[in-house]
């Protein structure tokens, strides 16, 4: 992520919430099953 393309505090804020959201909520991990980390959590608390 570039924080230099950021013209303020709130636009970073902004730019960090939706990485961490798209990366806990989208973007699959081989290492946990080809599962998010949010499905992945699910799954192991469901066990």
Sequence with gaps: MDHKACPSFEALKH??????NKYNNERYQWGLKRMTPV???GHLLAA
């Design 39 to 41: 499905q992945y959590r």
């Design 15 to 20: 730019a960090v919430g939706n990485y961490i």
